[in-house]
Structures are given as structure tokens and as C-alpha cells.
């Protein structure tokens, strides 16, 4: 591990912790801007943040310790995924750590503490929020962890440093396997950050809530943790796709003059990222639970489909 | 001490399962005698499945060593062998059996149908049936000790054998075992290729054409397949592990299915040589489609032995899909990819030893604690059973395959695996392996969800029966059992690397390549199947930056705010009214999984009218094969029975007819 390296990977953690309620509040302005509404400020995901690390937390009698750890683990899980997805460079000491099934397998770890969580103190909504969270994980994960083999058969490997560099280096030309990839990515990221069409993240209704009903029960620092995990999760998810599909602007090892450049060009991508998030958000209408499986099938079979196509026609 | 005889890894081995069967008689001596028994053998027995899984360990790198035991029929001795797949295999009975025997010592209580010295004569005799099962190298003690291994297991899961269920549900696993059992001997029938020699080394020497070595696979795959719990022969199982006690159930889900896949691979790899390569295209086939199955139905289940043992099914599942996966590859001499398929369904099979027997188990404490299988009635017993509930989540964490957990590097050498097979020659080959592939992950995801059921429904959320709050923790022996395969799961999980140095021996026997050398990468810690830029996972250090991470947010939180906390009532979006009953209950929890699967299913639903005055929901869930093929083939063998019950008519005139016909026919052969 070299120092270099090490820095590099300390930058990262940096913009991702501060980039992520970044994201997130560029997002809602959008959104805000799409819908005619005025926009709240750029740093109003920092400030909810302050606000409720100052709130008192409130926890159920009957709450175990699961309630109490979860919401420091997935924080922990997702700021380690958004370590493990390039940002800034492909030179990072931690990637060898993780590759693209342990990515999954992070998410997964945030999700399984995090309805165990709902489940833990016995309410109605916290079961059906837990239920309907696991529901979209298992088609979800599986659409994810197809989309990051099509880039891995691509590149020969499932590193997901060495599969960026790979597909950067690659002479342009939109293969046909990475175009239905990115269609189920797609899919599969609105799915997994709990966004329109399958969950609604401005609303509590009842009917219809996933990621609310799962932590309707936490409050003060917890929630915040939670928050924050969320916005981190939304970075990560952005980043790796930006990562495979437009890999460009990422700094290689020893490219000092490109790390000065990496983090501008990441921003102006996830500002792209972020109005087209908004825009799909507001162009489309929140759709039943039960159609969320066939959404979500749409997407593995997609990218199934892409792995398919890359065998079959090498590209 | 030069001048002693070197004492032999085999004949320490023997020494232990000779140990075990002084144990059980033992047992049987002191047949009331329930404190001996339980505070003395089954400890001793622990004692002696540790000294098995030392000795195996150590023989693991070295040369086979046999011995032959002149037990049984004159002139048919009984050959041991002592390979590095045996001596796998034996490790993998040592370690887990070692947690349950010490279990097992704190949970059988007076008065549960059989006595106790006679249950620890069954338990001793069917840990030593499995062992000779591994060390035996012809079919003759093949078959006798697989015999033993399956009449002694019959009578565990009988132990309450005053229940008319549990007497069905052992019947049912006699006739599926032995139906097994038949297809074994044909299968070594068909190897022995009419030299009259039943050794194995007999075996290995024989060069069977493609059409009998595809005989001998089918009936090994069908054989063993049915003690492995492969569909469509799995009936036995969902109906085996509740009806048994506890620790029978984690012996016989955790280390007894391992000896059907140690079947599996001594035939395929050992004795056959090369596999071609639709069979590995029929077992991944197989493999998924009863990994799938296994794991739909445990979403479904309502008691919580029963979703394990689907669980279970879909377990042996994966590893019968890595086994076809590695034979896909040895078909084409791709033999370092072949190894890789192979150690990731080995480390399967440890790892599915340790965490299934662990949650096994934790269902016995749980079960002693409330008398109550189903989950509708549990819930909330994390707060008046901590440790039972911690060490559950850690097998919970394993069985849904997530990291750090060991669950995790089986399953991510499985899939490393199978993104190498775009290097296979056959067209089809390439197009059809992804498929299989894209299961594999569903099914692992799958398997996310029924873990959170089950560990959900049980340990968190409020009580649903009043009687619960009297549910007591484990006893110690009880823990012990518990904590040390918690430790197993932890250090499988965090120390890949040096597990797959243990495996590597097996893979160079038989395909001649191993993962340690490219495993390694100058570096215990980091685990790289291939090359570190191909791709590489490291537990610890993926351990150790969440841990840091997590410390840091508690310190940093406490630091720049506060640590202020105010215990309430929950506050479920205002809702005034609240009870335990308002959670899901386990139908409601998998309802989304049987809507999806629904064409799975035999679904029998009862719902109310409006004008009820009890009204009463009830849905049921059955096994779809149960009726497309049992119940078929039964109606079938009944109607063949009837009609050749036609024969018999009660008198005595018919009878000497049928001799008279016999005997004229009998002259009319042997004039012609």
C-alpha cells in the first residue's frame, strides 16, 4: 500500500461523505425545478443531517441491539461500498479487498440489518416495510450482479478498478451487451435507492411506503445515520454506473494531472445524472407493489440478456 | 521411540470410530441411566470428533494410506482408504459433529420415547456408519456401512416414536433411502465391468465405454441423489428434520447429506476418471432446478425445522450445481477452472455442515425453550434468549451468503467459476452456463430473503404468545455446542485462504491443479482464485474497514453532538392501537414469494364469506411433486398390484394348475 494510494483513497472517502447529500440535494432541487416548485438550497441534506444529530433519539421499549447497531452498520456498509466503486482513480489500496460480487454482497449485508431492524420491534408497518425491502432486494441484487458481469466477462475480471480501466481504455463504440446493461442498471438503481416508479421517497403513505416503513421507527442520530447511509447508497449506485458506462475522466495510478481533473469531471456527471434522475422521477408515476416484481424481472432478464449478447456476439 | 511402528493416520481414525461404538455400547450398558449418559458420553463423544477432525487434518496433505479389516463374510474383507477426499470429508464430520455431540449432551431430556443409553447407541452408531462410509474402498463396505448409516438415522428420527407423524416420516425416509441404496449397487455393478472384483481400485483400473460410464453416473446421481435430497427425491427431507430431534437434525442435514455428496464426487472423479460433459450440463441442470425449488419453498414454510430443511434442499442444490460445473470443465481438460468449481463446492459443503447444524440447533433451544415449532407462534425471543439469537444470526448471515460470513467465499468461487466458462469450446456450452449462472444468483438472493424470515420471525419483533416470556436461554453444554460452530462459520469466513489450502490436496488427486499456488498472491490475506487483477476479496480487511468505519461514526457522533437517548412506545405512524398480533405472522411474511411463485405451488386457500360468524383464513402449501410423482407412481404400483393379485383366487385346484403350468413350461425350455 503506498502512500499515494492511501491519500487517494482518504479523497475518496472525503467526496463520497461529502458528495453524497450533495447528490441528493441537487436531486431534489431538480426535481423542485422540474415540478414548478421553489427549490430548497444545495446544502439542505447537510442541514437536515445537523438537525437531527442534535435530536434526542427515541427507541422503542422493546427494542433489542440489532435496533441500536444497524443504523452505524449500514452507514459503515455503504461508506465502505462507495470506497470500493472508482471515483477519483482506479489506484486505490482498498480495491483488492472487494470486487464486484462482494459490492452486492455489501448491499446485501445493509439490507439484511436493516430489515431485521424494521422486523425488530414489532410493528405492523416496520414488518410490511421489511417484507416489501426484501422483496425488491432478491430481484434486484440479482439484476445488479448481472449488469456487473457483463462488465467483468468484458474486461475478464470482477475487479471493479482493473474492469474500469479496461473499459476506459477500450476504442469507443457502443457495444450492444453494455446498452442492455445500462437499460437494467437503470432499472435496477431506481429500484434499489427507493425511488419513483417503485417507491416514493417524498411520501408516508402507508399504501405504498418501502425504504419510510423500514425506518419509520428511528429518530435523532440514528435516523441521520440512516439518512446519510441513504445518500451514500444513491453515490455509490451513481458512481458505478458512471464508472462502467462512462468511464472516462477517471484518473489512472501515477496520473497526477488527471486526479486534478477527476473530481470536476465526476461532479459535472453527476449533475447530468442527477437532473435525469429528477426528470424520470417526475415524469413518471409511482406503479403498484405487485407490478414491482415484473419491473424488476424486466431488468435481470435484461441483464441476462447482456451477458447473452456479449457470449454470443463477443461485443 | 524409533523402534515403534509409526502410527498410521487410518488406524487413529479407526481407534476413534472404534471409540464411538465402545461409547454407544457403553450407552446401552447404562440404559436408564440419563445423567451418565448425557453429562459423560456424549461429551467424551465430542471429545473423540475433535481427535477424528486433528487426525484427518493432519493425513489431509499426505500419501492415501489403507488397511484392510477382516470383518464381514470370509474372503470378502472390508478395504479402508484413507485420501485426501476421505480425509476432507472426515474432518468435515469431526468438526461438526463435535458441536452437536456436546449439544446434544445438554438437550435430550428423560422421557422422550427412547431411552437414553439406547438413543446414544442409535447417535454413535450412525456417526460411525458415516465414517466407515468415507474410509471404505470396495462396494461390499460401501454398502454395509451406508446401510448402517441409514437404519441408524431411521431410528433417530423415530425417537418419538409414539407419534403417528414422526412413524410416517421415517417410513418415508426408509423407502427413499433404500430406493437410493438399490441405484448404488447397481451403480457399483456397473463399475466393476463383470470382473467380480467390488474394490474400488478394481474400480479405477476399469476403462468403461461412454455408454456404462454414463450408466454408472446416471445411477450414482439418482443413488446418491436421494440421500442428498435432489429433486424429485427430496420428499424425505422436509418431513426427516422435524420429526427428529435437534441434533439429529443438524447431524443428519449438516454432515449425513455431505456423505451423499462424497458419493457423488469419489464416483465422478475417482472412480469414473473423466466425465463427459453433459453430465455436468444434467447435474447443473439438476442442481439449480432443485436449489430453486428448495428455496421457494423454505419461504414459504410456517415451521421452522421444516424451512430449514428446505433450506437445506436448496443448499445441496449449489453444491450439486459447482460439482456440474466442474465437470462441465474437466470434460474439455480446462482442469485449473474444473479445480476452482470443485474447491468452491467443497467449501460449500464445510460451510453448510457448520452453519446448518448451527441454526439446527438453535431451533432445538428454541424449541425446548416453548415447546413450538411454528414460527406464528414465536417471536421476540431475542430479548429472553440472547445468546440462542446472536449465535443464530451468524449462521443466519452465512446461509444468505453475505460477507464477511464463510457462506460468502463459497458462493463467490461458485460465481468466479462461472464467469470463466466464456473460454469453453462448445457454442451451446457458452450460451447455456450463464443461464445457470443468473439462477444461482437468484436463487443466493432468494435465500436473503428466507434467512430474514426465519431469523425475524423468531428472534425480533414482540412475542405473539403470552407463554413466551417464560422461554429461558440455553444451558451451558448447550452453548458450548452453539458457540463453537458459531466459531467455525466466523473463521471459515475470515480465513479463506488457509481453508483452501486444506482443500487444494483433493483437486490435485483428482484433476491435478489447485488454487493455493495462484490463490495466494504473496499474501495470506487476500484471496485471488486466479490472479489479483482478475479478481480478489479479502474478509478481514473488508471486516476490519466496516468495524473502523462503525467505530468511528459511534466516537465521532458522541463527540460532535451527543449520546442522549429516551426509551418510548414505538410509534408506528401514530397508530394508537397496537398488538403482537398486528406483525406478520410467516404466511404473511413469505405472501410475495408465493404470489410470484405461485405456479410452484399446490395451494389449498380457505377464506371467510363476509357472513361468518368465526371467520377463519387458512392457506396451505404443498409439494407439487408429491402429487405429479409419488402419488402417481403409488396409484401405479397399486394397480399393478391388484391386477397381479388376480393370481390369487383361494383355491387349491387354481394353485395346482399354475404348478402344473409352470412345469410344463419349464420342460418346454429346457427341450428347446
Known amino acids: ?315 | 521411540m524409533g523402534e515403534l511402528p509409526e502410527l498410521l493416520a487410518i488406524d487413529a481414525a479407526m481407534a476413534v470410530v472404534v471409540a464411538w461404538f465402545a461409547v454407544g455400547l457403553a450407552g446401552l450398558a447404562a440404559l436408564h441411566n440419563f445423567s451418565l449418559v448425557a453429562r459423560v458420553l456424549f461429551p467424551l463423544s465430542a471429545a473423540l470428533s475433535l481427535a477424528l477432525a486433528g487426525t484427518a487434518l493432519s493425513a489431509l496433505p499426505g500419501a492415501p494410506q489403507t488397511a484392510v479389516l477382516a470383518i464381514g463374510l470370509p474372503d470378502l474383507p472390508f478395504h479402508l482408504r484413507l485420501d485426501a477426499l476421505s480425509a476432507f470429508f472426515l474432518a468435515l464430520l469431526g468438526l461438526a459433529s463435535a458441536g452437536i455431540s456436546v449439544f446434544a449432551g445438554g438437550y435430550f431430556r428423560r422421557g422422550e420415547g427412547t431411552p437414553p443409553g439406547l438413543l446414544c447407541l442409535h447417535y454413535h452408531l450412525f456417526l460411525v456408519g458415516m465414517a466407515m462410509v468415507m474410509l471404505a474402498d470396495d462396494a461390499y463396505a460401501f454398502m454395509v456401512t451406508w446401510e448402517l448409516m441409514a437404519l441408524a438415522s431411521f431410528f433417530l428420527v423415530t425417537t418419538n416414536h409414539r407419534i403417528a407423524e414422526i412413524r410416517r416420516a421415517g417410513f418415508l425416509y426408509l423407502l427413499v433411502a433404500h430406493v437410493g441404496a438399490i441405484a448404488i449397487l447397481l451403480c457399483f455393478g456397473v463399475l466393476q465391468a463383470n470382473t467380480g472384483d467390488y474394490t474400488f481400485a478394481n474400480m479405477r483400473a476399469q476403462n468403461l465405454s461412454p455408454f456404462w460410464s454414463s450408466c454408472a453416473f446416471l445411477l450414482a446421481l439418482f443413488g446418491f441423489g436421494a440421500k442428498a435430497g435432489i429433486l424429485p427425491l427430496h420428499v424425505w427431507l422436509p418431513e426427516a428434520h422435524p420429526a427428529a430431534p435437534s441434533p439429529v437434525s443438524a447431524l443428519m442435514s449438516g454432515v449425513m447429506l455431505k456423505t451423499a455428496i462424497y458419493g457423488m464426487v469419489r464416483v465422478n472423479f475417482d472412480l469414473l476418471g473423466s466425465p463427459l460433459w453433459w453430465w455436468g450440463v444434467a447435474a447443473l441442470s439438476v442442481g439449480l432446478a432443485t436449489a430453486l425449488f428448495g428455496v421457494v419453498f423454505a419461504a414459504a414454510q410456517v415451521d421452522m425445522k421444516r424451512l430449514l430443511a428446505y433450506s437445506s434442499i436448496e443448499n445441496v442444490g449449489l453444491i450439486v450445481v459447482g460439482l456440474g460445473l466442474a465437470m462441465v470443465f474437466a470434460a474439455y481438460r480446462m482442469n485449473s477452472l474444473a479445480a476452482l468449481a470443485m474447491v468452491a463446492s467443497l467449501y460449500h459443503c464445510l460451510n453448510h455442515a457448520l452453519f446448518k447444524s448451527l441454526l439446527f440447533l438453535g431451533t432445538g433451544s428454541v424449541l425446548h425453550a416453548t415447546q413450538e415449532r411454528n414460527l406464528g407462534k414465536l417471536g421476540g425471543l431475542m430479548r429472553y434468549m440472547p445468546f440462542v439469537a446472536w449465535t443464530s444470526l451468524v449462521g443466519v448471515v452465512a446461509s444468505a451468503g453475505l460477507p464477511p460470513s464463510n457462506g460468502f467465499v463459497s458462493e463467490w468461487l461458485l460465481l468466479q467459476g462461472f464467469l470463466f466458462t466464456g473460454g469453453l469450446p462448445n457454442p451451446y456450452l457458452r450460451m447455456l452456463v450463464p443461464i445457470f449462472a443468473a439462477g444461482v444468483v437468484l436463487v443466493a438472493a432468494l435465500a436473503g430473503y428466507v434467512m430474514v424470515k426465519f431469523f425475524g420471525v423468531i428472534f425480533l419483533g414482540r412475542p405473539r404468545e403470552d407463554k413466551l416470556a417464560q422461554a429461558h436461554d440455553a444451558g451451558w453444554l448447550e452453548r458450548l455446542g452453539l458457540a463453537w460452530l458459531t466459531a467455525g462459520c466466523v473463521l471459515l469466513g475470515l480465513f479463506p485462504v488457509a481453508v483452501i489450502e486444506v482443500i487444494d490436496p483433493i483437486t490435485y488427486a483428482f484433476l491435478g491443479r489447485g488454487l493455493a499456488q495462484s490463490g495466494r498472491a504473496g499474501d495470506w490475506l487476500l484471496l485471488a482464485p486466479v490472479s489479483a487483477e482478475r479478481a480478489s476479496y479479502s474478509p478481514i480487511l473488508f471486516l476490519l474497514v466496516t468495524a473502523a468505519i462503525v467505530a468511528a461514526a459511534f466516537v465521532l457522533v458522541r463527540r460532535f453532538y451527543h449520546g442522549r437517548l429516551r426509551r418510548a412506545a414505538p410509534w408506528d405512524c401514530g397508530h394508537p392501537m397496537q398488538t403482537a398480533r398486528m406483525q406478520d405472522t410467516a404466511e404473511g411474511f413469505g405472501q410475495p414469494i408465493r404470489q410470484i411463485f405461485e405456479p410452484f405451488y399446490r395451494m389449498h386457500r380457505e377464506l371467510p364469506t363476509p357472513f361468518d360468524a368465526a371467520p377463519r383464513y387458512r392457506v396451505t402449501v404443498e409439494d407439487p411433486l408429491w402429487a405429479w410423482v409419488y402419488l402417481r407412481i403409488a396409484a401405479a404400483t397399486e394397480a399393478v398390484s391388484r391386477w397381479v393379485g388376480m393370481l390369487q383366487r383361494g383355491r387349491i385346484s387354481i394353485y395346482l394348475l399354475y404348478s402344473f403350468l409352470t412345469l410344463v413350461a419349464l420342460l418346454f425350455l429346457t427341450q428347446a
Not at chain 1, 44 to 52: A, E, G, V
Not at chain 1, 109 to 133: K, N, P, Q, W, Y
Not at chain 1, 138 to 159: G, N, Q, R, W, Y
Not at chain 1, 245 to 261: C, Q, S, T, Y
Open chain 1, 1 to 315: 500500500m503506498n502512500l499515494e494510494g492511501f491519500l487517494a483513497q482518504l479523497v475518496a472517502m472525503v467526496v463520497a461523505l461529502v458528495g453524497a447529500p450533495l447528490v441528493m440535494g441537487w436531486v431534489n432541487q431538480c426535481r423542485a425545478w422540474l415540478q414548478n416548485r421553489r427549490a430548497p438550497p444545495l446544502t439542505m441534506p447537510f442541514r437536515t443531517l445537523h438537525k437531527l444529530f442534535w435530536k434526542e433519539s427515541v427507541v422503542a421499549h422493546d427494542a433489542s441491539p440489532i435496533f441500536r447497531v444497524t443504523p452505524y452498520v449500514v452507514f459503515g456498509c455503504m461508506l465502505l461500498a462507495s470506497l470500493i466503486v472508482p471515483t477519483l482513480s482506479t489506484n486505490m489500496p482498498m480495491a483488492p479487498a472487494a470486487d464486484a460480487i462482494a459490492l452486492v454482497g455489501l448491499f446485501g449485508v445493509a439490507r439484511l440489518f436493516i430489515s431485521l431492524a424494521a422486523m425488530d420491534i414489532g410493528t405492523s408497518f416496520g414488518t410490511l416495510g421489511a417484507r416489501r425491502e426484501m422483496l425488491v432486494g432478491f430481484l434486484a441484487e440479482p439484476a445488479f450482479l448481472m449488469v456487473l458481469f457483463t462488465a467483468s466477462l468484458i474486461s475478464s475480471s470482477t475487479s471493479l478498478a482493473t474492469t474500469v480501466s479496461a473499459l476506459a481504455h477500450r476504442e469507443f463504440t457502443i457495444l450492444p451487451s453494455l446498452a442492455f446493461a445500462g437499460l437494467a442498471f437503470t432499472m435496477v438503481s431506481l429500484a434499489e435507492n427507493a425511488r419513483v416508479p417503485v417507491d416514493n421517497p417524498a411520501t408516508h403513505l402507508e399504501l405504498t411506503m418501502i425504504h419510510e416503513a423500514l425506518i419509520l421507527e428511528y429518530s435523532g442520530r440514528h435516523l441521520a445515520l440512516i439518512e446519510w447511509a441513504a445518500s451514500l447508497k444513491l453515490f455509490a449506485y451513481s458512481c458505478a454506473g458512471l464508472a462502467i458506462f462512462f468511464p472516462w475522466g477517471i484518473a489512472e495510478a501515477n496520473d497526477h494531472v488527471a486526479l486534478l481533473w477527476a473530481l470536476p469531471v465526476l461532479a459535472m456527471k453527476l449533475a447530468i445524472g442527477g437532473f435525469l434522475l429528477a426528470l424520470i422521477e417526475t415524469i413518471l408515476a409511482k406503479m403498484r407493489i405487485f407490478r414491482v416484481p415484473e419491473f424488476l424481472a424486466t431488468a435481470f432478464l435484461l441483464g441476462v440478456l447482456a451477458i447473452l449478447v456479449h457470449l454470443l456476439l463477443g461485443a
